[in-house]
């Protein structure tokens, strides 16, 4: 399974971006998708999750910014970042919570992307 995250680059503060990712091979269930980002010389932190029902949940930088949506034909998650702030500059890496097919019984396992950078800044 590989997670192709993209859509990061420069924008100015109160700008938008929209990332995307999509997960690709032997994939069997899909439990949910998400966001993290790292800035440097900080933790890992969560930006926003998707389950495949429906629920969702966002990180506190995140609540009343950013939409999380996800397209379950296609495998693949979207971050629409709205009123982007220099906090936010960060490389956003994207996490699956997957099943395939390689493996009997089937078993959830996490799956990252390769991460994309985002720049706020005037």
């Known amino acids: 399974v590989q997670l192709q995250a993209s859509g990061g680059g420069w924008v100015q503060p109160g700008g938008s971006l929209k990332l995307s990712c999509v997960a690709s091979g032997s994939i069997r269930e899909i439990n949910f998708m998400a966001w993290y980002r790292q800035a440097p010389g900080n933790k890992r932190d969560l930006v926003a999750i998707k389950f495949t029902d429906n629920s969702t949940n966002y990180g506190q930088s995140a609540k009343g910014r950013f939409i999380i949506s996800r397209d379950n034909g296609k495998n693949a998650a979207y971050l629409q970042m709205n009123m982007l702030e220099p906090g936010d500059t960060a490389v956003y890496v994207c996490?699956?919570?997957?099943?395939?097919?390689?493996?009997?019984?089937?078993?959830?396992?996490?799956?990252w992307g390769q991460g994309t950078l985002v720049t706020v800044s005037s």
């Open positions: 996490c699956a919570h997957i099943t395939t097919y390689l493996t009997q019984p089937p078993m959830f396992e996490y799956f």
